[in-house]
């Protein structure tokens, strides 16, 4: 994705919303995971993704997406990167996620708005909304910048 000014605040809308996801993801043990990449077992990474995600989100919101990535090398910790799919009603955003040992990352690469409006800061408002609005537990947006 073309970063722009918006970007860097619709990446950490995405990463939020999906932490706990991958935090539930971060439990899997590393090596199967770079075993169902390298052997492209992507129906068992959806299974896992879908399971990850139907803890904390609508079903259909948060899935594995077109493949993934590892880094798997002797004198380091593994990397696994998984391409996701996040659909909340009314947008769709690609991305791929980063699970490391101790942390997660998310690098958000295109953001599809059904309706996009003219305005760049009403559609990242309508994406946190949207994000908001798919999970189980809901909370205010001001509750939630409190929280941090």
Sequence with gaps: MRKCTYSA???????????????????????????????????????????????????????FGAGGDYRLDWDTEPEVTLDMEIRPQGVTVYAKLLLQKDTAGVEVTHVAFNDPSPDPDDNTAFLRKSLAESRYVKSSPAASQHAH
């Design 9 to 63: 605040e619709r990446e950490k809308i995405v990463a939020e919303a999906i932490c706990p996801v991958a935090t539930e993801l971060r439990l899997l043990d590393a090596a199967d995971l770079v075993s169902l990449l390298r052997f492209e077992c992507y129906g068992n990474l959806a299974d896992l993704v879908s399971s990850a995600a139907e803890l904390y989100f609508l079903p259909g919101t948060i899935n």
